[in-house]
């Protein structure tokens, strides 16, 4: 069945360095790659989303681009603040699956200043 | 405007009690879900509907039933709360014709 798997965490980074996340997947046929972000005691938000290969998806400073190729949807932010801080998740979404997506695990985030 | 909200935020109980958790869009959305989040953040599905209809049951107790009385409503009963069922309950929405899903805050249940 279709699954994500994303780096494990707790990653900790300065205020200003570089962020990558990982996360690969596999699935049958072509699906939307979606990474949210859960900030302390919220629920759930899209952070952003891509649809097909070569997408790229961006959202405040933060970008992942859908490579079939290497079935990978990484996600990248060039200089991290403490306001991001929190635990991210990459998930999938394919056809036939009712609508479910597919949870990675979750890496938790904490940017020190 | 709260687009997905829940009742109540923290629910602390004993053992053996029968509780809800109530769950509101307003955003039109078709399809509700509800996920259980344990303390390691592993999040689970646990039912979706889609306009009244049950879509998704995963392998959840049958002490945890579903109840939408309208497409704006999803509310979930457990019965004989057992200390496993202590986690964070949310609910989503989302439009059946795509993917993206809009969380409410959570229900944090403590089973004491």
């Known amino acids: 069945g279709d699954s994500v798997t994303q780096m494990e965490g707790p990653v900790t980074l300065s205020e200003e360095a570089f962020l990558t996340i990982n996360c690969t997947y596999t699935?049958?046929?072509?699906?939307?790659l979606f990474w949210y972000v859960q900030y302390p005691g919220e629920g759930l938000q899209l952070l952003l989303k891509?649809?097909?290969a070569d997408d790229k998806g961006s959202n405040k400073g933060f970008e992942a681009t859908y490579r079939k190729e290497t079935t990978s949807f990484h996600l990248e932010k060039g200089s991290v603040q403490v306001s991001d801080s929190a635990v991210y998740f990459c998930a999938l979404s394919n056809a036939g699956n009712n609508r479910k997506l597919i949870w990675g695990l979750g890496t938790s985030l904490a940017v020190n200043p | 405007d709260t687009a997905v909200s829940q009742t109540p935020k923290y629910l602390v109980t004993q053992m053996g009690n029968d509780k809800s958790i109530k769950c509101e869009q307003n955003l039109g959305h078709d399809t509700m879900y509800w996920y259980k989040q344990d303390s390691k953040k592993f999040l689970k599905i646990m039912f979706s509907y889609n306009n009244k209809e049950l879509i998704i049951n995963e392998t959840v107790p049958n002490r945890f039933s579903p109840k939408s009385p309208d497409k704006a409503h999803l509310n979930l009963h457990i019965n004989s709360l057992e200390l496993g069922d202590s986690a964070v309950y949310f609910c989503?929405?989302?439009?059946?014709?795509?993917?993206?899903?809009?969380f409410g805050p959570g229900t944090r249940l403590t089973v004491l």
């Open positions: 699935a049958t046929g072509y699906p939307s």
């Open positions: 989503a929405s989302g439009p059946f014709n795509y993917n993206e899903q809009f």
């Open positions: 891509a649809t097909k």
